[in-house]
């Protein structure tokens, strides 16, 4: 792999930044050709990362032995891994984030800037507007030739694995950026999320296109944000890393997030709007005017149709140029809508026939989102989709209810442990709403007791809580996810009304997080055809 930097350069670049506690002598430079802060990540030439609570020496150890050529730490460390490793060339920082964001975009050499790179931000519909986005460049350029960062999976060229973080650490992220690079894709599509606007993960990525879909309250807690301000802030960061940015003027804090992109310099700001060509309102007397726009929305059971409308300006005219065509996706949910637009919104900035565009959304699937199982006529119908906060309940419960009217609502849901404790309260409550029963199960626990989450969200379900024509909400929790599917599919083979079996939280992930481990498990939609199977019922 050819060099891109050197071990003295890399020190001259945190001592520039003001993070260099030590550095090297001239006698162990060496030339860098990445990074990396997983010891099973680490390739020929590569500074490895000491970073983490969970880190011990052995992995320094079994860095090198991979090709590790230097190590960087912090100070509480640098003597106990001076003592594993007494050889080896040590940098120490005293800001191992911002150094690792920094040296691993010079290790590999700027990736970035020789892909075109796309984020996407928001509280709901990051995954389904990065998918969405990716099979319109694949439309364009041939299968797989886009590159995906983010909360289902990455594709960078050479890997193509299940994510467990929807932003990796900045060395995996630069890692998969340089294999996009050498592999020659047409872009790299990824969602970015608040804590890795945060925490300086993404920071120095250069985005010719941002896009931000919405804001709602998430991931309110001491572990992640404190306060909605600090999550909200994080979000309106991404706009210092863009070129171009797309704005969904469906937003809530609309005026604020407008301000953010024009503070933040942005060369060309389009918005788009479910709501037609008409104005929305921006702060307490503006209006603003979309870019783009959708007409004639219409939900056909598993299948969404729509006008797509907007203007171009010609180069070589300056002349403003009005089009149209229609759009199908071919899965449920009218917030899928606002999907859409920023994904042509996104295509357009980057050039994307409008062939490619009709194409690449009428072929997209999302893997655990919106997906329908059963026929339109089923007494029970099943949703599995990956909706895990109070914004992305309200818009799909909501859609559901439109979509599907008639049906008795089963819903599936569960929350995290160690984090977004807000979900534990705000999601049964939301869930009660809309479901006639609701069942609480297993969610990524990790190190806290699934029991106690369980019982909690079970708990939270409003004593008494009756739906809008007066069905009382029936509750429980079983604390094994596959049971769990199994009895959302018994309650709703009680009814007389025909139901909507909704399997929330999960999607399409075959790995759940228990303690320290990512452990095998069966998809949602999996465990409901085998309950449907066992019970001899046809979908």
């Known amino acids: 792999m050819t060099s891109a930097t050197t071990l003295l350069e890399l020190c001259d670049l945190l001592d520039a930044n003001d993070i260099l506690v030590s550095g090297i002598s001239e006698e162990a430079d060496t030339d860098v050709t990445g990074a990396a802060c997983d010891s099973r990540c680490v390739r020929e030439g590569n500074v490895f990362f000491c970073k983490g609570r969970a880190f011990k020496p052995a992995f320094l150890t079994s860095a090198l032995e991979t090709g590790a050529v230097a190590y960087i730490c912090d100070p509480d460390h640098a003597e106990e891994l001076a003592a594993t490793a007494p050889s080896t060339p040590a940098i120490v920082t005293s800001d191992m984030r911002l150094a690792m964001a920094l040296v691993s975009a010079a290790a590999f050499g700027r990736p970035d800037l020789d892909v075109p790179q796309v984020g996407i931000t928001g509280t709901k519909g990051k995954s389904t507007t990065a998918y969405m986005l990716r099979y319109i460049i694949d439309a364009e350029n041939g299968k797989k030739t886009c590159g995906i960062i983010g909360s289902i999976d ?3 060229g050479t890997e193509d694995i299940e994510s467990t973080n929807t932003t990796p650490e900045a060395p995996d992220l630069w890692r998969h950026l340089a294999n996009a690079r050498d592999q020659n894709l047409s872009a790299m599509v990824m969602e970015i999320s608040s804590q ?3 925490y300086d993960r993404s920071l120095g990525l250069s985005l010719d296109v941002a896009a931000f879909l919405n804001i709602g309250a ?17 979000k309106l960061k991404i706009f210092s890393q863009c070129d171009n940015a797309v704005i969904n003027l469906g937003t809530a804090h609309l005026e604020r997030v407008l301000d ?12 788009v709007s479910t709501s037609g060509a008409d104005p929305v309102e921006c702060g307490s007397c503006d209006m603003v005017y979309p870019d783009i726009w959708a007409t004639d929305i219409k939900p056909l059971g598993a299948q969404l149709t729509f006008v797509a409308h907007g203007t171009d300006v010609k180069e070589d005219e300056g002349e403003p140029t009005e089009w149209q065509f229609p759009v199908t996706i071919n899965f449920p949910g009218l917030f899928n809508v606002e999907n859409a637009l920023v994904a042509i919104a996104c295509a357009k900035l980057l050039g994307v026939s409008d062939a490619a565009i009709v194409a690449g959304l009428a072929a997209c699937r999302v893997p655990g989102r919106m997906e329908l199982i059963g026929k339109p006529d089923s007494k029970v119908l099943c949703v599995v989709d990956y909706a895990h906060n109070t914004l992305s309940y309200q818009k799909f419960f909501a859609s559901m209810t439109e979509e599907f009217p008639g049906r008795r609502i089963v819903a599936l849901i569960g929350a995290p442990g160690g984090k977004a404790f807000e979900r534990r309260v705000e999601l049964p409550r939301e869930a009660a709403r809309w479901a006639s029963h609701i069942v609480a199960t297993e969610e990524d626990p990790a190190h806290d007791s699934n029991e106690e989450i369980c019982r909690e969200m079970d708990g939270n379900v ?3 809580a009756t739906l809008a024509d007066g069905t009382p909400v029936t509750h429980e929790y079983v604390l094994d996810r596959e049971e769990a599917v199994a009895r959302c599919l018994d309650v709703a083979l009680g009814y007389e009304e025909p139901s909507l079996v909704c399997l929330l939280g999960k999607g399409d992930e075959t790995l759940i997080h228990r303690g320290d481990e990512f452990q095998t498990m069966v998809p949602d939609g999996k465990a409901f055809e085998n309950a449907a199977a066992a019970r001899g019922v046809e979908i």
Not at 222 to 232: K, L, R
Not at 260 to 271: F, K, M, N, P, Y
């Open 154 to 156: 990455t594709y960078d």
């Open 196 to 198: 890795a606007l945060k």
């Open 218 to 234: 998430d991931h309110i807690s001491a572990v992640e944000h404190p306060t909605f301000e600090d999550y909200f802030a994080s």
């Open 260 to 271: 953010a992109a024009r503070a933040a310099g942005v060369e060309s700001i389009v918005t």
């Open 462 to 464: 409003p004593e008494g």
